[in-house]
Nanobody
């Protein structure tokens, strides 16, 4: 069974840092673009960051540029999201995503989500 398992969420004060991890199990995600999305109650899931596979270009939503860094370790089949200078508006459930370039998004893989709460 293919799984993406997120970890590293929690409660942190504004200005603090967290590092999210997403470990893939059941298959190798070589060739996949790996991303992070987030969702708050009553809102649609929104894009946060993506890292492509070879070359490892990265893109971020404007609100996290300069504060968040996405990276991947292909040997460990893991993607990370380093979040610094956290703000209360970053509070959300964060989801890991794996997308095969050129494929329909209905075939994407998603993790179960990890809660990030930033207190003011």
């Amino acid at each position: 069974q293919v799984q993406l398992v997120e970890s590293g969420g929690g409660l942190v004060q504004a200005g603090g840092s967290l590092r999210l991890s997403c470990a893939a199990a059941g298959r190798n995600f070589i060739g996949y673009n790996m991303g992070w999305f987030r969702q708050t109650p009553g809102k649609e899931r929104e894009f946060v960051a993506v890292i492509f596979y070879g070359p490892e270009k990265t893109y971020y939503t404007d609100s996290v540029k300069g504060r968040f860094t996405i990276s991947r370790d292909n040997a460990k089949n893991t993607v990370y999201l380093q979040m610094n200078s956290l703000k209360p508006e970053d509070t959300a459930v964060y989801y890991c995503n794996a997308h095969a370039p050129g494929s329909d998004s209905v075939y994407d893989y998603w993790g179960q989500g990890t809660q990030v709460t930033v207190s003011s």
